[in-house]
């Protein structure tokens, strides 16, 4: 994924949206969590502090942060004989095995 972000998100005079932002976030996996959260701090860049849009792109930038160098946990513990996903980090999946 490059950071390269649609033109027409980023045109003068489009006025940012909460969709736009939730279209970036829908691909966030630890993976591309720095490249989403450079496209999203250039999309909320000009909003002012309350905008719908920047508040959740701030939150998604913290969620970003965090997955990037932690990994992620999705869902509930893993099933009977599934391994962790890669994406967690080595004392996560020692927990996650402890429990079963």
Do not use: C, K, W, Y
């Not at 309350?50 to 990037?68: C, D, K, M």
């Amino acid at each position: 994924m490059s950071q390269a972000e649609n033109p027409e998100r980023l045109r003068p005079g489009h006025e940012v949206t909460l969709e736009d932002v939730q279209a970036l976030m829908g691909a966030s996996t630890p993976h591309f969590a720095m490249q989403l959260r450079t496209r999203i701090r250039a999309l909320i860049a000009g909003l002012p502090a309350g905008h719908p849009a920047r508040v959740a792109g701030e939150r998604e930038i913290a969620r970003l942060n965090t997955i990037a160098f932690d990994g992620e946990v999705r869902g509930h513990a893993p099933e009977e004989g599934l391994r962790p996903l890669a994406s967690l980090t080595a004392d996560q999946a020692r927990a996650l095995d402890a429990h079963h």
